[in-house]
Each structure stands twice: as structure tokens, then as C-alpha cells.
């Protein structure tokens, strides 16, 4: 197996997904199906040769520092699940 | 004559004639999506009301003589594009009470310019697919074979102009999201150069590689829409201050000063239908028949380019999807006993397994130990493709290959066969890595009455040359009158 049932639920931890035992053997499987046709590029030899982040590179796009017109924070808070007096409520992180 | 069976073009000069009003035309696209869409389900969200209101102001304004081509002319937007006020899911049940408080830069333009805007339109789930499948809500039909994927992950949107369910709708390309499933549906997709149109408002999948573009019943349809949507947007850092070209217009007469290059490796790769083969060799004959000159080029690394893909895409995907969370807006979990449990609940209720698998996928090639290995390789390897392109385009103007491998095959084929699907994309996603354009125009049909499409590609921000060989192309086969049987 490419990836082990482990590693499928520590990087479900690391993204915050919560996955059923079915889940993890549909995936880890599934996964490492493609890990195994990914593992092709290591055929490429790649010495020296830069990486590209952005097919088309722009560097430092500026814009002017002005006040604009921005969301207030009624339409911000519009489709929150829950706020309260113009904050977003959360459950207890502690 | 059947108003919603009307090209842009065709309805812009009724309008402007005033043969026919834009109420009427919306009217007959509203009548058409009631008629048809039980059967194809390309819509997520129908908006009649606000349409007709639309409708008016572009009448008044029709008589004011202040109108633009796209003025009065109903659209659909697929629905990962944000529409203040109007719910945009990203076929996803994560997402699938949100309202955006603002527009998207193109749907800003696109009101500016006039248009109509009757809905938004079915995808796969936040654009993660080939086949629009992978929607939380419903699967849509080819319309040329309701057993058939209409491709994706804009499926909705090309269903729905093949239908005549909108005269032109907007979709997005990651990986070939938009010229594929034109190619399945029969009509006309291109995506743009990356930066050419403003990301601002579309709801984000790989930002490197996504694009917005326009599909349409003609070429000259999409020319219209993409002049539309095109150009600088100071709220998308990486869109490009290039100046748009007046891409409507384009068109001359043959193709004698262009250059058409057909990459060796196409014909033997992996999974191409005989029949898809057989239709791209007639469209480059009448290519050459127009007077272009075709020559072989060669494209060296085009066969690691799906691999790149799906480790550059789930990565980039996987760090953007972080942003819901069950705090700000969509879905939250309703009884967690904590602040984790609450991320955690919301993710794994809120997202589909499609995308759980790319978070996984991009988590995993992303995590301590596995970056260089994955990423940096992948990465390595992109600046491969896009030399490949740069090395081609010294010696042709366009590149043609087949768009999708096969003709749109039976809903249900790929669904557990993640891989399989990925391989698809086989001849769309270099242009994504790369960052070139590409427009899907039909080319012919398979055995069985299916869509088959003839994919051009050119240099950085030259869509010209693509709408100029793309219309004569068209314009020399003349296919484009036949509608699905529905």
C-alpha cells in the first residue's frame, strides 16, 4: 500500500476532516493508486531546472493606497451561523 | 423562428432592430429551461424574476441606443461565480445557503454590458471533475444522450447552450473544465490566457491554474462574451494589464499565413477513441484546406502532465479550501463540542468525497518529508511543459489535438475510478500548466450521434489567432446547425 491507513488519518487530521473507517480504506486505496502514477515524474530527470509557481509571472502588482468602498460589517456578517452584536460566535476553543 | 434557438449574434441585431425585445427573448429561454431542464438538470438556481427585471432595464436601454452586443441577452453563470444576492453553491452542500454580498469582477461586467442573467448553472463540486457528477445536488445529462456525462466540471453550462437553455454562460477551466465539456456538448468553449480574465469573485479551486471563459453555440459568440469579460482588474493581482483585442471582429478570409502545428504524440496516446482520431485528421485536412500549413512538433513532456497536474491541483486546492471552517459563512456542524470537532464535523459534512480525496491527495504531497519530492518535482516539471510550448510556438502559430479522449461515455463510469476520470484530461491540462489559451470548437460527430471536438491552443494572450483558424474552421465544416434531439 502507497499510503497507510496511518498516514490517510494523520492527513485527515492535519486538513480537519473527520473520516469513517470506510472512507479511510476507500481512500487510502484510491489514493495510492494515483501516488503510484504520480511516482512516474521521478522518471524526469529535473537538475537545475527552475520550478514554476504562475504560468504567467507578474511581479509586485500595485495599486494605489486610497480608501475604497468595502463591505460594511452588516453584509460581512450577512451569512455567518452564528453571530452576535457584530461578531462571528465560535464554540469554545479551550 | 424559435427565440431561444438564436445565436448571440443573431439576437443582438433583432434586438438592436428592435424585431424583437429582450423580454420576449428571456420569456422563450425561461419557457425553454421549464421545458427541457427536468430532463438535463443543468440548473441549480433559475432566477425568473430578477431575469425579466433584467430584461426591462435592457429594453430601455435598447431604445436609449446605449447598448453593447451582450445587451438584452440571457445568460447562465456557473455556479462557483459570485452573484450578489443570488446563492452561488459550488455544487457543494458546504456552500449551499451562501448569498454573496458582492459581485464577481466578470458578473460586474458582464451587468455593465447589459446582459441577462437567468441562472447558475451545475458543476462538479467546487469544479473538482470531468463529468459534473460530483455535484451535491444533481446530475446532469448530456443533451445529446441523457445517459451521458455532459463532461465537466462546467457541465451545467455547456448542457444548458446546447440545449438553448441560455444563449452563451460563462464556466471555468482549471484543467480542461471548460473546453471539455463543450467538446461533449457540441458547442463552443475557450479559456483564456491565465490573467486575461479577473478571478476576483470566482470562488477558488487551484489559483495558479483556474480561468473564466465564455461557452457558446458559435465561435463568434464567445468572441463576444470573452471582449466582455476580458481585461485588468486591480482586485486580481494576477491579472494582466494587456490590452483586449477587438475579438469580435476577427475573422479574415483563409488561413494562408498561419501555421498549424500537430504534436507526434497525440495519436498514440493512451485511451483515444478511434473515432475522436479519425475526426481531428478530417479537421486538420480542412484546416490545410483553408491554406493553413501543418507540421509536426513535438511536445516532449506532455505525458508527465497529467501526473503534475494532480499533485500541483489537489495542492493548491487543499491550501484554499482551508477557508471552510463553519466561522465566517455556508455550512457549520450543529452540536460540536468544540472548536476543533466543529472544523472537523463541518469538512467532513459539508465537502463530497471527490473533494475530500484532493484535500487528502494535496495535504499528503504538501506535509513535512513528501514537498520536494511531490510539489517541487511537480513544479520542476511544469517549467518542462511550458518550454515545450514556448520551443513549439517558434515554429507554429496554433497547436490542434483531440480534447477529450473518448466521446462523452455513460454516467456512472468513472465514479469510483478516480484515476481513470483524472486521465481525461489527458490533452487539456498541459494548457493550464502552461498558461496558454485554448478554445474547444466541434468538429464532427461519433457513430452514436456524440459530439466530438477539435481542440486549438496558441501563445500567451493571442485568443486572436484562436478565434480567427477557430470561425473559418466552423465556418468550412458548417456542423454548427444541428441541435441535440430532445
Same mark, same amino acid.
Request: glycine share 8%; with cysteine.
Given at each position: 500500500?502507497?499510503?497507510?491507513?496511518?498516514?490517510?488519518?494523520?492527513?485527515?487530521?492535519?486538513?480537519?476532516?473527520?473520516?469513517?473507517?470506510?472512507?479511510?480504506?476507500?481512500?487510502?486505496?484510491?489514493?495510492?493508486?494515483?501516488?503510484?502514477?504520480?511516482?512516474?515524474?521521478?522518471?524526469?530527470?529535473?537538475?537545475?531546472?527552475?520550478?514554476?509557481?504562475?504560468?504567467?509571472?507578474?511581479?509586485?502588482?500595485?495599486?494605489?493606497?486610497?480608501?475604497?468602498?468595502?463591505?460594511?460589517?452588516?453584509?460581512?456578517?450577512?451569512?455567518?451561523?452564528?453571530?452576535?452584536?457584530?461578531?462571528?460566535?465560535?464554540?469554545?476553543?479551550? | 423562428?424559435?427565440?431561444?434557438?438564436?445565436?448571440?449574434?443573431?439576437?443582438?441585431?433583432?434586438?438592436?432592430?428592435?424585431?424583437?425585445?429582450?423580454?420576449?427573448?428571456?420569456?422563450?429561454?425561461?419557457?425553454?429551461?421549464?421545458?427541457?431542464?427536468?430532463?438535463?438538470?443543468?440548473?441549480?438556481?433559475?432566477?425568473?424574476?430578477?431575469?425579466?427585471?433584467?430584461?426591462?432595464?435592457?429594453?430601455?436601454?435598447?431604445?436609449?441606443?446605449?447598448?453593447?452586443?451582450?445587451?438584452?441577452?440571457?445568460?447562465?453563470?456557473?455556479?462557483?461565480?459570485?452573484?450578489?444576492?443570488?446563492?452561488?453553491?459550488?455544487?457543494?452542500?458546504?456552500?449551499?445557503?451562501?448569498?454573496?454580498?458582492?459581485?464577481?469582477?466578470?458578473?460586474?461586467?458582464?451587468?455593465?454590458?447589459?446582459?441577462?442573467?437567468?441562472?447558475?448553472?451545475?458543476?462538479?463540486?467546487?469544479?473538482?471533475?470531468?463529468?459534473?457528477?460530483?455535484?451535491?445536488?444533481?446530475?446532469?445529462?448530456?443533451?445529446?444522450?441523457?445517459?451521458?456525462?455532459?463532461?465537466?466540471?462546467?457541465?451545467?453550462?455547456?448542457?444548458?447552450?446546447?440545449?438553448?437553455?441560455?444563449?452563451?454562460?460563462?464556466?471555468?477551466?482549471?484543467?480542461?473544465?471548460?473546453?471539455?465539456?463543450?467538446?461533449?456538448?457540441?458547442?463552443?468553449?475557450?479559456?483564456?490566457?491565465?490573467?486575461?480574465?479577473?478571478?476576483?469573485?470566482?470562488?477558488?479551486?487551484?489559483?495558479?491554474?483556474?480561468?473564466?471563459?465564455?461557452?457558446?453555440?458559435?465561435?463568434?459568440?464567445?468572441?463576444?462574451?470573452?471582449?466582455?469579460?476580458?481585461?485588468?482588474?486591480?482586485?486580481?493581482?494576477?491579472?494582466?494589464?494587456?490590452?483586449?483585442?477587438?475579438?469580435?471582429?476577427?475573422?479574415?478570409?483563409?488561413?494562408?499565413?498561419?501555421?498549424?502545428?500537430?504534436?507526434?504524440?497525440?495519436?498514440?496516446?493512451?485511451?483515444?477513441?478511434?473515432?475522436?482520431?479519425?475526426?481531428?485528421?478530417?479537421?486538420?485536412?480542412?484546416?490545410?484546406?483553408?491554406?493553413?500549413?501543418?507540421?509536426?512538433?513535438?511536445?516532449?513532456?506532455?505525458?508527465?502532465?497529467?501526473?503534475?497536474?494532480?499533485?500541483?491541483?489537489?495542492?493548491?486546492?487543499?491550501?484554499?479550501?482551508?477557508?471552510?471552517?463553519? &466561522?465566517?459563512? !455556508? $455550512?457549520? *456542524?450543529?452540536?460540536?463540542?468544540?472548536? #476543533? %470537532?466543529?472544523?472537523? @464535523?463541518?469538512?467532513?459534512?459539508?465537502?463530497?468525497?471527490?473533494?475530500?480525496?484532493?484535500?487528502?491527495?494535496?495535504?499528503?504531497?504538501?506535509?513535512?518529508?513528501?514537498?520536494?519530492?511531490?510539489?517541487?518535482?511537480?513544479?520542476?516539471?511544469?517549467?518542462?511543459?511550458?518550454?515545450?510550448?514556448?520551443?513549439?510556438?517558434?515554429?507554429?502559430?496554433?497547436?490542434?489535438?483531440?480534447?477529450?479522449?473518448?466521446?462523452?461515455?455513460?454516467?456512472?463510469?468513472?465514479?469510483?475510478?478516480?484515476?481513470?476520470?483524472?486521465?481525461?484530461?489527458?490533452?487539456?491540462?498541459?494548457?493550464?500548466?502552461?498558461?496558454?489559451?485554448?478554445?474547444? &470548437?466541434?468538429? !464532427? $460527430?461519433? *457513430?452514436?450521434?456524440?459530439?466530438?471536438? #477539435? %481542440?486549438?491552443?496558441? @501563445?500567451?494572450?493571442?485568443?486572436?489567432?484562436?478565434?480567427?483558424?477557430?470561425?473559418?474552421?466552423?465556418?468550412?465544416?458548417?456542423?454548427?446547425?444541428?441541435?441535440?434531439?430532445?
Amino acid at each position: 500500500m502507497k499510503i497507510t491507513k496511518e498516514e490517510v488519518l494523520h492527513v485527515a487530521h492535519l486538513a480537519r476532516l473527520d473520516i469513517d473507517d470506510a472512507d479511510i480504506d476507500r481512500f487510502s486505496g484510491q489514493i495510492g493508486t494515483i501516488l503510484d502514477y504520480v511516482d512516474t515524474l521521478r522518471q524526469v530527470d529535473t537538475t537545475g531546472i527552475a520550478a514554476t509557481s504562475h504560468a504567467v509571472n507578474l511581479t509586485n502588482a500595485f495599486r494605489e493606497d486610497r480608501v475604497q468602498d468595502h463591505l460594511g460589517q452588516e453584509a460581512s456578517l450577512a451569512n455567518a451561523p452564528e453571530k452576535d452584536d457584530g461578531t462571528f460566535v465560535v464554540p469554545k476553543v479551550l | 423562428m424559435k427565440l431561444h434557438e438564436l445565436t448571440i449574434e443573431q439576437a443582438c441585431g433583432l434586438l438592436n432592430n428592435k424585431e424583437i425585445s429582450s423580454v420576449e427573448l428571456t420569456r422563450a429561454v425561461l419557457a425553454r429551461i421549464e421545458a427541457v431542464d427536468g430532463k438535463i438538470d443543468a440548473y441549480l438556481t433559475v432566477d425568473a424574476d430578477g431575469a425579466l427585471v433584467q430584461a426591462q432595464a435592457a429594453d430601455h436601454r435598447l431604445s436609449t441606443g446605449e447598448a453593447t452586443p451582450l445587451t438584452g441577452i440571457p445568460l447562465g453563470i456557473k455556479d462557483l461565480m459570485c452573484t450578489r444576492g443570488l446563492r452561488t453553491t459550488c455544487a457543494s452542500k458546504i456552500l449551499e445557503d451562501f448569498v454573496p454580498p458582492y459581485d464577481a469582477t466578470v458578473i460586474t461586467r458582464l451587468k455593465n454590458a447589459g446582459a441577462v442573467i437567468v441562472g447558475k448553472l451545475n458543476m462538479d463540486e467546487f469544479a473538482m471533475g470531468s463529468t459534473t457528477e460530483h455535484s451535491a445536488f444533481q446530475v446532469t445529462r448530456n443533451p445529446w444522450h441523457l445517459d451521458r456525462i455532459p463532461g465537466g466540471s462546467s457541465g451545467g453550462s455547456a448542457a444548458a447552450v446546447a440545449a438553448d437553455m441560455c444563449l452563451g454562460a460563462l464556466g471555468s477551466d482549471t484543467g480542461g473544465s471548460i473546453r471539455q465539456p463543450a467538446s461533449h456538448c457540441g458547442v463552443v468553449g475557450i479559456k483564456p490566457t491565465y490573467g486575461r480574465v479577473s478571478r476576483f469573485g470566482l470562488v477558488a479551486f487551484a489559483s495558479s491554474l483556474d480561468q473564466i471563459g465564455p461557452l457558446g453555440k458559435t465561435v463568434a459568440d464567445t468572441a463576444i462574451m470573452l471582449e466582455a469579460i476580458a481585461g485588468h482588474d486591480p482586485n486580481d493581482s494576477t491579472s494582466v494589464p494587456e490590452p483586449v483585442p477587438n475579438f469580435s471582429a476577427i475573422s479574415g478570409d483563409g488561413l494562408a499565413d498561419v501555421v498549424v502545428g500537430i504534436p507526434k504524440t497525440y495519436s498514440s496516446a493512451r485511451g483515444l477513441d478511434p473515432q475522436v482520431g479519425a475526426a481531428v485528421e478530417r479537421a486538420v485536412k480542412t484546416i490545410e484546406s483553408l491554406g493553413a500549413r501543418c507540421i509536426d512538433i513535438s511536445l516532449p513532456h506532455s505525458d508527465h502532465a497529467v501526473a503534475a497536474y494532480y499533485v500541483i491541483a489537489p495542492c493548491e486546492a487543499s491550501s484554499n479550501l482551508a477557508r471552510y471552517d463553519g &466561522v465566517k459563512y !455556508g $455550512f457549520r *456542524d450543529k452540536a460540536p463540542t468544540d472548536l #476543533l %470537532q466543529m472544523y472537523r @464535523r463541518t469538512r467532513s459534512q459539508g465537502f463530497g468525497s471527490e473533494v475530500q480525496r484532493r484535500i487528502i491527495l494535496g495535504t499528503y504531497a504538501l506535509s513535512a518529508g513528501y514537498y520536494d519530492a511531490y510539489y517541487g518535482k511537480a513544479s520542476q516539471i511544469r517549467t518542462l511543459i511550458k518550454n515545450d510550448f514556448q520551443n513549439a510556438f517558434a515554429s507554429c502559430d496554433v497547436i490542434v489535438s483531440p480534447v477529450a479522449p473518448t466521446p462523452a461515455y455513460p454516467i456512472g463510469e468513472t465514479i469510483d475510478d478516480p484515476l481513470t476520470m483524472y486521465l481525461s484530461d489527458i490533452f487539456t491540462l498541459s494548457a493550464n500548466l502552461a498558461g496558454i489559451p485554448g478554445i474547444s &470548437v466541434p468538429c !464532427g $460527430f461519433s *457513430d452514436d450521434g456524440l459530439p466530438i471536438g #477539435l %481542440q486549438i491552443m496558441g @501563445r500567451h494572450f493571442n485568443e486572436a489567432m484562436l478565434f480567427k483558424v477557430a470561425r473559418q474552421f466552423e465556418r468550412a465544416i458548417a456542423i454548427k446547425h444541428k441541435k441535440p434531439p430532445l
